[in-house]
């Protein structure tokens, strides 16, 4: 009888002591950290990244340029939002003067500028329209001279229809007209939509 009574006695502390090396070993399992995936870091670092990305971008982003830089002058056009700035007006072959000139559109909205489609249209923007046409005048000499025309149509800048542009963008126009004599330095340059841009150096 005594014998029976040790062995079950053994048996309680042999179970006993597996289940507290069992419930150990549980523990540790519950706190270990699984290996780390490479392809999860990868994309949260990724997705970390954008938005600082994001930013650099922006504060990149083009500005409108300055349009005091390299103009000759400047002047508001009959459409608000919408700037001339004059170029150069230099002497070239065949005693003629070209007149070169930028329009930009400082606005946050679409401009357009010509949207007509007969064949003058095209060259409506840097020669001007019948009775409000482009023109220089030699104040000396007191004469006005029209753009050149060959074959009928103005010797300017020609444009596809419509003319349209988009905030912050520009567009370079020229016309050619008869050159007054050497000796006449300055000229006037009449645009259409612009005040009268007087006074101007002539580049030889």
Same mark, same amino acid.
């Given at each position: 009888m005594m014998r029976n009574w040790k062995t079950y006695l053994l048996a309680i502390v042999v179970f006993s002591t597996a289940a507290i090396g069992l419930a150990s070993c549980n523990n540790n399992t519950g706190t270990t950290q699984a290996p780390a995936d490479p392809v999860a870091e990868g994309r949260e670092a990724q997705a970390s990244a954008t938005p600082q990305e994001t930013?650099?971008?922006e504060d990149n982003e083009t500005k409108p340029q300055n349009q005091t830089e390299k103009s000759l002058a400047i002047e508001p056009y009959e459409i608000e939002g919408v700037v001339v700035s004059l170029l150069n007006v230099k002497r070239s072959s065949g005693n003629?003067?070209? *007149?070169?000139?930028?329009m930009t559109n400082t606005s946050a909205e679409d401009k357009t500028l010509v949207k007509?489609?007969?064949w003058y249209c095209a060259y409506q923007l840097a020669a001007g329209a019948h009775g409000n046409g482009t023109y220089i005048i030699d104040s000396i000499n007191q004469k006005k001279h029209l753009v050149v025309?060959?074959?009928?149509k103005p010797v300017a800048s020609r444009f596809k229809m419509p003319?349209?542009?988009?905030?912050n963008s520009?567009?370079?126009?020229w016309a050619?007209?008869?050159a007054p004599p050497a000796d006449v330095k300055t000229v006037s340059i009449y645009l259409?939509? *612009?005040a009268p841009i007087e006074d101007i150096r002539i580049t030889e």
């Open positions: 930013i650099g971008e003629t003067l070209n *007149v070169y000139w930028k007509c489609y007969a025309r060959a074959n009928k003319i349209i542009l988009s905030p520009s567009i370079n126009v050619k007209f008869p259409p939509g *612009v």
